[in-house]
């Protein structure tokens, strides 16, 4: 027997994000990501599950290929709110760089990750709304994690950017 997903209803939803915001609290994306992706099933476009849904998925990051990197920075396109793109981008490219950072991969290629992080964080800094600095918050963790990796990585990085490339 072959079991089927069922969907939720849609006066369900409300419920549904209170325990997806639970269950990352309780730091099981998994079940988050679940339910969020049972809410897009009945309402692709629903912002706040879009929202969970990329979240939980960068609370999944190991740093390896496994990653939902792509599929995440799709959903956080997805969001309608200019700040709101711009500020989870800069998210995914932090959790991402962290993420690798813990897996032990090369600290050269995390200042490329943190540099997205950082401009990202800039632009929807540049529209936040009034009296909100999570922008502001999320630069100063990632100039402080940036400032932890190796000083001889990141002068590796900017040498190997200004090498002269070879001709295809």
Known sequence: MEYTVKHISTAGIAEAIAKAELYRSLN???????????????????????????????????????DHYRETEEIFRQLKDPYERLYYSG???????KAQLNAGQLARSLVALFDQALHSF??????????????????????????????????????AESAPQAAP
Do not use: M, Y
Request: proline residues 5%.
């Open 91 to 97: 998210i995914l490219h932090e959790r991402r760089a």
């Open 122 to 159: 800039a632009e929807a800094e540049k529209i936040r709304p009034a009296e909100n600095d999570d922008a502001i918050l999320r630069w100063n963790r990632c100039v402080r994690v940036d400032r932890s990796v190796p000083t001889r990585a990141r002068n590796e990085s900017v040498l």
């Open 28 to 66: 099981e994306p998994e079940e988050a990501e679940s339910i969020c992706r049972d809410i897009l099933t009945i309402e692709p476009r629903h912002q706040f599950a879009l929202r969970l849904l990329g979240l939980a998925l960068t609370d999944q990051f190991t740093g390896r290929g496994s």
